[in-house]
Nanobody, 119 residues
């Protein structure tokens, strides 16, 4: 099995910054992509940012220019630097990883970390 452990969420004022981390561990052979999704109350889960093993990135329109995703392949860890946070960024942020494990191809989700941005 593969586990994702997230950290870095919390409460921040509008305009502030937070950095999320997510480390993958377990029966990993190769991780193709890692990323972050978020879900606000009453809304669908949406892509925040994703990054491939080669470093290609994809961002949700609402976070472009404010958030930066990065990754350490050696540590199987993905980071999300969030700057200029807005109250509408408030959500539970979920780490996602897709890749090959010893049991075959898997998509795995973290347990989620709450980010609250106060106005």
């Amino acid at each position: 099995q593969v586990q994702l452990v997230e950290s870095g969420g919390g409460l921040v004022q509008a305009g502030g910054s937070l950095r999320l981390s997510c480390e993958a561990s377990g029966s990993i052979v190769f991780i193709n992509s890692m990323g972050w999704y978020r879900q606000a109350p009453g809304k669908q889960r949406e892509l925040v940012a994703a990054i491939t093993s080669g470093g290609s990135t994809n961002y949700g329109d609402s976070v472009k220019g404010r958030f930066t995703i990065s990754r350490s392949n050696a540590k199987n860890t993905v980071y999300l630097q969030m700057n200029s946070l807005k109250p509408e960024d408030t959500a539970v942020y979920y780490c996602n990883a897709r890749g090959q494990t010893t049991q075959g191809y898997r998509e795995v989700w973290g347990q989620g970390t709450l980010v609250t941005v106060s106005s």
